[in-house]
């Protein structure tokens, strides 16, 4: 199986690891939006979609990505990083995962953990989640892409 992630990680590599430890599972190639081509997006038959979280939202270079790829057809996950926990009513994943739907991907997950934030009121108290994502996230990242593998991912 093919599988393409495409990982905007752009503070301390929180989502670059998550994305890896995806990858060693699914033997997949990792890419950032700016290196993703997206006729090798369309070849595969799977890809990631994933970022930190900023301001509750997914990274704007990931997202303006998903908004600039040509209607499709394909599977597609999408996982997330954040220093605080999703707000039950505002997934962080919910807006990209609209979007891919809309341009035909078949989503069959997301998956988010905790990570190592230094944003800015956290900045003074030296980050919070410092440890993070730890083995713990990792294996569960791992597990969700091996569900991924097996067809049957859900949200994590």
């Not at 495409?6 to 503070?11: E, F, I, P």
């Not at 600039?68 to 990083?81: N, Q």
Request: hydrophobic share 45%; aromatic share 8%.
């Amino acid at each position: 199986m093919k599988t393409v992630i495409v990982c905007a990680s752009v503070s301390h590599g929180n989502t670059r690891r998550v994305a890896d430890s995806m990858a060693e599972t699914l033997d997949a190639k990792v890419v950032s939006p700016e290196q993703a081509d997206p006729a090798e997006l369309a070849a595969a038959d799977l890809v990631g979609f994933g970022s930190g979280v900023f301001y509750s939202r997914l990274h704007p270079r990931l997202t303006d990505f998903a908004k600039a790829l040509p209607a499709g057809r394909g599977r597609a996950f999408v996982f997330a990083t954040s220093g605080l926990p999703e707000l039950p009513l505002m997934p962080f994943a919910r807006p990209l995962v609209r979007l891919l739907e809309a341009k035909g991907f078949e989503v069959e997950g997301s998956f988010s953990c905790r990570a190592f934030d230094t944003w800015a009121p956290f900045k003074l108290l030296g980050g919070i989640n410092k440890q993070r994502p730890n083995a713990g996230d990792l294996a569960a990242a791992r597990a969700f892409a091996g569900r991924l593998w097996d067809g049957r991912a859900s949200a994590s």
